[in-house]
């Protein structure tokens, strides 16, 4: 599988519930990031991580845990989410030096 | 990075030039203009990129004037699959690899 893959694409959760949203990368990249799009809003950056090191946290809340074990792999774990976190979460990757991100197709996210 | 200016949406015909205009009369000399798009309820798509020189790709060309102030981006024969919200970002190339997506130009190719 080439590019950049997200799974699950659609995720319906409770706000009691814990789940993890996992992206995968095969492009040999070294860094990877967590987008947030709300409806009718620009997508929001969350989080960034270069060679496994998280580079930038822009002031998401604590509900929401990213992980990077390594460059091909990122999680986003949730918990005790809000209705209001109900959107597309989009992971993309770039090489370090590249400003080209490349996308994968993101995970719809319905918080009940 | 400098703030840009687009269109909040446009209409082409298949088959036409579809031109996307974009204002970022703020830039600054090192900064790049970069084009993504986003067609529905997928990820962004990166598109082209320049920094003066007018650019190529078998995607779309850039133009950007030479005051730098303005960019066109050319979709040559634009197609029923290219209806998506295109965004227009200027940003430095330097380690700070952020994109700041505004609300960008939704563009609809109709039949």
């Known amino acids: 599988e080439t590019g950049v893959t997200q799974t699950p694409r659609h995720l319906v959760m409770g706000m009691t519930n814990k789940k993890s949203l996992k992206c995968e990368q095969h492009?040999?990249?070294?860094?990877m990031y967590w987008y947030k799009q709300s409806a009718k809003k620009p997508l929001e950056l969350m989080f960034v991580?270069?060679?496994?090191?998280?580079?930038e946290n822009n002031s998401v809340p604590s509900r929401f845990s990213p992980e990077c074990p390594n460059s091909s792999h990122l999680f986003l774990h949730l918990h005790t989410l809000q209705p209001e976190d109900s959107a597309l979460y989009l992971c993309?990757?770039?090489?370090?030096?590249?400003?080209?991100?490349?996308f994968g197709p993101g995970t719809r996210l319905t918080v009940l | 990075d400098a703030k840009t200016t687009q269109p909040t949406s446009m209409d082409c015909a298949e088959g036409r030039a579809a031109n996307l205009p974009c204002n970022h009369s703020?830039?600054?000399?090192?900064?790049?203009v970069y084009w993504y798009r986003q067609i529905h309820s997928q990820g962004p798509q990166y598109i082209i990129h320049?920094?003066?020189n007018n650019e190529t790709n078998e995607m779309a060309s850039l133009i950007i004037t030479e005051d730098r102030k303005s960019s066109t981006l050319i979709l040559p024969h634009a197609t029923l699959r290219d209806t998506a919200v295109y965004y227009c970002?200027?940003?430095?190339?330097?380690?700070?690899?952020?994109?700041?997506f505004g609300a960008g130009t939704t563009v609809t190719v109709r039949a």
């Open positions: 993309a990757s770039s090489q370090v030096t590249d400003n080209e991100q490349f």
């Open positions: 320049g920094l003066k």
């Open positions: 991580y270069n060679f496994k090191e998280q580079t």
């Open positions: 970002i200027v940003r430095l190339l330097s380690n700070d690899y952020k994109l700041s």
């Open positions: 703020t830039i600054s000399g090192n900064e790049y």
């Open positions: 492009l040999g990249h070294n860094a």
